[in-house]
């Protein structure tokens, strides 16, 4: 338990009015609390307490300190003022006559949404807070709604009232809103811990393997404000050896000979000697500037600078391309460089084209950039330019153009080693694609390259490698540090030079967020990370031993006192005897013996549904609301192969669908606790387009959710901002108009007429990826059905929502949905979005053909 009782001495209760008296509630709503835990009497003289100009912020300041120290256990000693106190169980109605301040704490658990109030009696001016948040108290009670979970509750008071006999007690609005006090220091998980738990961002490792530089950051939800911190910390000891708070870096580097940490500061780039004994502002106020790195001599600073476009004042926008629409296109971004000894900034390229620094080589010679040129002549409809700049003539020397490009090294020093590149498996002059002649690849599904310094020849070394490759940087030795996809994870590969064997690197985690590697002989690498049942820890692995050191895990702090439910990991082989993986979470406190619903999630846009912890659908907070969660990974993503991600191609939903259908029919019958008649499926953007059209398809789901969700695909190919692109792999040699079965009859709309699914769409009034468009076109089609649908936007967000209050109202309304559908619960939906008019009677509507679910023996259409 944490100090929080230091701030008691200032809280001035007198200031609330004591309750009085109420009418006993009807008993048959009513929950009584017989036990809490109680921390008191409080070292504060009551006498003192009086009204004070700072009542609100001490009250947060309390507020805060208890939201944070997680629920107390019995018998837990806190030491406050030089007194040791204890946290006991107590009856209310125990509570002596004595003017002294209390603390008392119960925890309300409710398995569905609930209204009432609490009734607060016979205790002297009482201040509650309610998950962190002051709760108005009137007349001797508090009205608020609980979501399905676990809810905090704290109560401070100045001891029994006269003679009233101190009782707590739930009154429920209706029979169904009852909840269950929880003493137990334990509770399921919620949204604010999901999204305000402390994470590790930046990373930033010295070229000796022996400090890694760590950017914190984590929410006071109380308090409303980002809570930031930086620290540089021993390796070989795992000791802090620097740390400070407030603004954190947005990045960090170490100078190849470790003498100084490059720390950027919003507009500002700072030197900090590696001892941490001496600051130096490097660059002030230069707006914009990114893409940063060293020098290999560690006598300058390498970076981009950002010049913004001014439009002026013009009144019309005539578009240069498909990329003007893009927010940023005409910004023009070019590479610079500052001496550390002096300061002198010097620009190194010019030019209407922006430019982007990809590397440098390890002798400091030459520069790889890359540039992006409009050309529209083959998919994906794009074209970049590699090149390099040598240092100091600044000469430029071509490589090679091409479609697309995730990535591009120096192989050596020597320069006819050529480069490492990253693209897809269909590069013209390489030898990456292992697909029959005609069939094509899945330009997503990353393969790494030697290409040769003259640009005309490039040889697969990952052509039988199965994971897709996203991204890699260089140790030391030249080796190489991969960044991929495998399955349903994405950990790290070392690639080695000499023997061009791939080695997994074993770090313990799931899913790498973010790693760094020494540039020194000393190979660490160190990584943040999660797993589908492990929240956020950071570990070091010296690459000579191959084994994960823990440097932090969050499991053992800010997730220490929470519930969950178990995650299994489940497959099936479908009919065309393709192994289907997939997972699921089953709740907190699971009862096999009971039937639960079922939700199913899934993507089926090329990448797999990886097993993060947490993220914008989050179903560790599904479960904990009563849900088993069944997450597979359809037919058509990357990471199991280049067949099986090829099959995502031309497709636009048939593999999947079949996949996601089958497999929730497999899922139902293997697992009796779900109940197959409470079946709810969710997805986004080209989930989001799966939902739709597996609602044309099939009657297996009984409520259904689209996020930002494609129903036409010639509107999205022609008006999301990287429609055209992503059609360009996905869509490759097909348009509008010479693929009428692809563009029309794979659209939901032309089906929307077989939806019998009641359907809610969700969307960011402001996406640009998927436009909102798509959804209303369905909204509209839909509503002039008569069907079950509804749509919210969610106002001012892009094609993710990244306001922290407007996501926990779009998780309240997934779940609400759900709760309306799957559990005949739709108390919290009215509460949410209360019916303001009455609802127009559905017209007749012609009785719709039957939806074409394909047969177990027979393939469906490709």
């Given at each position: 338990m944490k100090p929080f009782l230091l701030s008691l001495l200032l809280i001035p209760v007198l200031a609330i009015a004591a309750p009085a008296a109420a009418p006993p509630e009807a008993a048959a709503h009513e929950v009584p609390i017989a036990e809490v835990l109680a921390l008191g009497p409080l070292p504060v003289a009551t006498a003192a307490i009086a009204a004070d100009a700072k009542l609100e912020e001490v009250e947060r300041a309390l507020a805060m300190q208890l939201a944070r120290s997680g629920p107390p256990a019995a018998g837990t000693e806190v030491n406050a003022f030089g007194q040791h106190l204890r946290w006991q169980r107590v009856a209310p109605g125990t509570l002596d006559r004595s003017d002294a301040l209390w603390l008392w704490n119960i925890d309300l658990d409710a398995e569905r949404f609930v209204s009432g109030r609490l009734r607060i009696d016979g205790l002297r001016k009482p201040v509650l807070w309610r998950d962190g948040q002051v709760q108005a108290i009137k007349d001797g009670a508090a009205e608020f709604d609980l979501a399905s979970g676990s809810h905090a509750l704290w109560l401070l008071h100045r001891g029994r009232d006269g003679d009233a006999v101190p009782a707590l007690r739930w009154a429920g609005k209706a029979a169904h809103d009852r909840v269950a006090p929880r003493l137990t220091p334990s509770r399921r998980v919620s949204a604010q811990q999901l999204t305000n738990a402390q994470t590790v961002g930046r990373l930033a490792v010295s070229p000796d393997g022996r400090r890694v530089a760590l950017s914190f950051i984590a929410r006071d939800e109380v308090a409303k404000v980002d809570l930031r911190r930086f620290e540089i910390r021993d390796l070989h000891e795992n000791r802090i050896v620097q740390q400070w708070t407030g603004a954190a870096p947005s990045a960090a580097a170490w100078s190849p000979d470790g003498r100084w940490l490059a720390l950027q500061q919003d507009k500002q780039l700072w030197l900090r000697d590696a001892d941490g004994n001496a600051s130096r502002l490097l660059l002030a106020e230069h707006d914009r500037i990114d893409g940063w790195r060293w020098h290999p001599d560690s006598g300058s600073i390498l970076f981009e600078w950002t010049r913004p476009f001014d439009?002026?004042?013009?009144?019309?926008?005539?578009?240069?391309?498909l990329e003007d629409r893009w927010a940023g296109f005409r910004d023009n971004t070019q590479l610079y460089q500052v001496d550390i000894a002096s300061g002198l900034v010097r620009p190194l390229t010019s030019g209407e084209t922006s430019v982007d620094l990809l590397d440098v080589d390890p002798a400091g010679r030459r520069l790889l950039l890359s540039e992006r040129v409009i050309d529209y002549a083959e998919p994906p409809h794009s074209l970049f330019k590699l090149f390099e700049l040598s240092l100091p003539e600044l000469t430029r020397r071509e490589v090679l153009s091409l479609r697309a490009i995730d990535g591009a090294l120096f192989a050596g020093n020597d320069p006819e080693a050529g480069y490492w590149l990253l693209t897809g498996p269909d590069l013209p002059i390489g030898d990456g694609s292992v697909l029959p002649p005609g069939t094509p690849a899945n330009g997503f599904d990353g393969q790494l390259y030697r290409l040769a310094r003259d640009g005309r020849s490039a040889h697969s070394v990952s052509r039988d490698f199965t994971p897709a490759i996203t991204a890699m940087s260089r140790l030391g030795d030249g080796d190489l540090v991969l960044a991929v996809v495998e399955g349903d994870r994405t950990p790290l590969y070392r690639h080695h030079l000499r023997s061009?064997?791939?080695?997994?690197?074993?770090?313990?985690?799931d899913v790498v967020d973010g790693h760094a590697v020494s540039t020194g002989r000393a190979a660490v690498v160190v990584a943040a990370g999660t797993g589908a049942a492990a929240p956020q820890r950071v570990v070091a692995v010296d690459l000579a031993r191959n084994r994960p050191r823990v440097l932090i895990d969050s499991a053992d702090t800010d997730y220490a006192r929470t519930r969950f439910g178990e995650v299994r990991d489940w497959h099936f082989d479908n009919r065309d005897g393709d192994r289907i993986d997939g997972r699921y979470y089953l709740p907190p406190d699971f009862?096999?013996?009971?039937?639960?619903?079922?939700?199913?999630?899934y993507y089926g846009g090329t990448l797999p549904v990886n097993r993060q912890f947490t993220g914008r659908y989050p179903f560790h907070l599904w479960a904990a609301n009563g849900y088993v969660i069944y997450v597979l990974q359809p037919r058509g993503t990357v990471g199991y192969g280049q067949r099986y991600s090829a099959l995502h191609v031309n497709a636009w939903g048939d593999y999947a669908a079949d996949d996601i259908i089958e497999g929730t029919r497999a899922f139902l019958a293997a697992h009796p606790f779900v109940d197959p008649k409470h079946v709810g499926n969710i997805g986004a953007s080209y989930g989001g387009f799966m939902t739709m059209l597996l609602a044309t398809r099939t009657d297996l789901f009984a409520t259904s959710i689209?996020?930002?969700?494609?129903?036409?695909?010639?509107?999205?190919?022609?008006?999301?901002?990287?429609?055209?692109?992503?059609?360009?792999?996905?869509?490759r040699g097909s348009f509008p108009w010479n693929n009428r079965d692809l563009y029309v009859e794979h659209s939901p709309i032309y089906h929307a007429d077989r939806i019998t699914t009641p359907?809610?769409?969700?969307?960011?009034?402001a996406d640009t990826n998927v436009p909102p468009g798509e959804s209303r076109t369905m909204y509209t089609a839909l509503k002039l059905l008569g069907k079950e649908v509804e749509m919210v936007e969610v106002a001012g967000q892009d094609h993710?929502?990244?306001?922290?209050?407007?996501?926990?109202?779009?998780?309240?309304?997934?779940?609400?949905?759900?709760?309306?559908?799957?559990?005949?619960?739709?108390?919290?939906?009215?509460?949410?979005?209360p019916e303001t008019a009455p609802k127009a009677e559905p017209k007749a509507e012609p009785k719709a053909e039957p939806k074409a679910e394909p047969k177990a023996d027979e393939a469906p259409k490709r």
């Open positions: 439009a002026k004042d013009a009144k019309l926008k005539r578009l240069r391309g061009g064997r791939f080695e997994r690197i074993e770090t313990g985690l009862d096999p013996a009971k039937r639960y619903p079922l939700i199913v999630y689209a996020h930002a969700g494609i129903s036409d695909l010639t509107g999205y190919w022609g008006e999301g901002w990287w429609g055209y692109g992503y059609s360009g792999v996905a869509s359907l809610l769409l969700l969307t960011g009034d993710h929502i990244v306001d922290r209050e407007k996501r926990y109202l779009w998780w309240d309304t997934i779940l609400a949905w759900f709760d309306r559908g799957l559990k005949q619960q739709p108390q919290w939906w009215q509460a949410l979005y």
